[in-house]
């Protein structure tokens, strides 16, 4: 079975970067879509990033467009997303997760399989 571990969180102040890695084992991600999610304390989760398990379409969230870049490593069966210009909007615990079905498109739902999550603090 799927399992997905995220990592490379941590602290880092305003304007800095940070790269998360979501490892897969059990499976290969390769035809997987791949989500990136966050949640802050009181708020609702919500989708950041995500790449389609066909074709490798990507989609960001409008607050991180030009700031985050999701991408595989095949090789390494990852999924990362590197982070950069970093805020303290983007404080989170941030999970990755994993869509089955083959698609050639991605969206906020359909994940079947999660991580544990990883914490990301934006602070100066």
């Known amino acids: 079975q799927l399992q997905l571990v995220e990592s490379g969180g941590g602290l880092v102040q305003p304007g800095g970067s940070l790269r998360l890695s979501c490892a897969a084992s059990?499976?290969?991600?390769?035809?997987?879509?791949i989500g990136w999610f966050r949640q802050a304390p009181g708020k609702e989760r919500e989708a950041v990033s995500c790449?389609?398990?066909?074709?490798?379409?990507?989609n960001y969230a409008d607050s991180v467009k030009g700031r985050f870049t999701i991408s595989r490593d095949n090789a390494k069966n990852t999924v990362y997303l590197q982070m950069n210009s970093l805020k303290p909007e983007d404080t989170a615990i941030y999970y990755c997760?994993?869509?089955?079905?083959?698609?050639?498109?991605?969206?906020?739902?359909?994940?079947?399989?999660w991580g544990q999550g990883t914490q990301v603090t934006v602070s100066s």
């Open positions: 997760a994993a869509d089955s079905t083959i698609r050639t498109t991605c969206g906020p739902f359909g994940y079947d399989y």
């Open positions: 790449i389609s398990g066909s074709g490798g379409m990507t």
């Open positions: 059990g499976a290969s991600l390769d035809s997987y879509g």
